[in-house]
T-cell receptor, first 115, second 111 residues
């Protein structure tokens, strides 16, 4: 298995532009998570899905952020309009809904820079 | 105050040393405790997992959970330069799949 796939790996954009981050979870996993990592705040959960349905979006910072999961193999995180404070590494992770640890497998991340 | 506190380091040790990494937490509902390792410019990967209190050993790694003190630890024996990474503790409560992470401790093992 290729693991969790994220694209793009790097994104540089100007303030006010729309940014779309993409994620393909591991096949068969029914949970998908979006995290953001910064030096100041560490790794924070933004939103997670179960069977394509959003379960908890309490970590989404504001209305400029939206996430969708149209099918079991694809999810997007959109920022519109982007701001410099959105600069961070965004991780997608997936897991199985059974098993002892419900281990989350992380993708390589998208490094976003908003100038 | 954050739910999970972790000393950010950096922690620098010589090869072969025993390393102790720690986290404290405030939410008594946390039941599942994990340690993730993150190499530079990579995603975190699960290293150890423990349910409730007690110890768990896997090779050179030992995870300890003391729920009465709300304190968890990761010990690395015979540390190697390849162990140089950031170590993140993570935890969750029963019925909730989302993890709460510590800020991570950066470890450097000097050859």
């Amino acid at each position: 298995d290729a693991g969790v796939i994220q694209s793009p790996r790097h994104e540089v954009t100007e303030m006010g532009q729309e940014v779309t981050l993409r994620c393909k979870p591991i096949s068969g996993h029914d949970y998908l998570f979006w995290y953001r990592q910064t030096m100041m705040r560490g790794l924070e959960l933004l939103i997670y899905f179960n069977n394509n349905v959003p379960i908890d979006d309490s970590g989404m910072p504001e209305d400029r952020f939206s996430a969708k999961m149209p099918n079991a193999s694809f999810s997007t995180l959109k920022i519109q309009p982007s701001e410099p404070r959105d600069s961070a590494v965004y991780f997608c992770a997936s897991s199985l809904g059974r098993g002892l640890s419900y281990e989350q497998y992380f993708g390589p991340g998208t490094r976003l820079t908003v100038t | 105050q954050k739910e999970v506190e972790q000393d950010p380091g950096p922690l620098s040790v010589p090869e072969g040393a025993i390393v102790s990494l720690n986290c404290t937490y405030s939410n008594s509902a946390f039941q599942y405790f994990m340690w993730y390792r993150q190499y530079s410019r990579k995603g975190p990967e699960l290293l150890m997992y423990t349910y409730s209190s007690g110890n768990k050993e896997d090779g050179r790694f030992t995870a300890q959970v003391d729920k009465s003190s709300k304190y968890i630890s990761l010990f690395i024996r015979d540390s190697q330069p390849s162990d140089s990474a950031t170590y993140l503790c993570a935890m969750r409560s029963t019925g909730r799949r989302a993890l709460t992470f510590g800020s991570g401790t950066r470890l450097q093992v000097q050859p």
